[in-house]
Nanobody
Framework: QVQLEESGGGLVQAGGSLRLSCAAS????????MGWFRQTPEKVRAFVAF????????VYADSVKGRFTISRDNAKNEVHLQMNNLQPEDTALYYC????????????????WGQGTQVTVSS
C-alpha cells in the first residue's frame, strides 16, 4: 500500500484556477499510473484524469478536457492537477489514486486513495 495526501483545494470564483497536488509515500511511485477522481454527495466517484507511470500518456474525462492538465514529478513522488476555467459543476471532493493495470476510467481499478481535497467553485 501507498499513502496519498492531496492538497491545494479551496474556494474559487467561476473562471478561476486551482492546482491540486498529491504526495505519495514509498519508493515505487514511478511504477504506477495515477488518477484523479471527484465526488459530490449526489453522485458516484467520477473519473477526471489519468497519467501513466512515465508521464507520457494522459487521459481525461470529456467534461474537463482542454481545461485540466494532469502531470507528475517522479523525483518528488507527486502528481498534480492544474484546473483552469473552473465552473460551478466542478465543485466536488477531489481524490488522487494509484492505478492497477487495466481500465483507467474505472475507480475499481485503483487500489490506494487519498482522503480528498475540497474544491468549491462559486458562480
Amino acid at each position: 500500500q501507498v499513502q496519498l495526501e492531496e492538497s491545494g483545494g479551496g474556494l474559487v470564483q467561476a473562471g478561476g484556477s486551482l492546482r491540486l497536488s498529491c504526495a505519495a509515500s514509498g519508493r515505487t511511485f514511478s511504477n504506477y499510473g495515477m488518477g484523479w477522481f471527484r465526488q459530490t454527495p449526489e453522485k458516484v466517484r467520477a473519473f477526471v484524469a489519468f497519467i501513466n507511470p512515465n508521464g507520457g500518456t494522459t487521459v481525461y474525462a470529456d467534461s474537463v478536457k482542454g481545461r485540466f492538465t494532469i502531470s507528475r514529478d517522479n523525483a518528488k513522488n507527486e502528481v498534480h492537477l492544474q484546473m483552469n476555467n473552473l465552473q460551478p459543476e466542478d465543485t466536488a471532493l477531489y481524490y488522487c489514486a494509484r492505478a492497477r493495470p487495466g481500465l483507467v476510467r474505472d475507480s475499481s481499478n485503483y487500489d490506494s486513495w487519498g482522503q480528498g481535497t475540497q474544491v468549491t467553485v462559486s458562480s
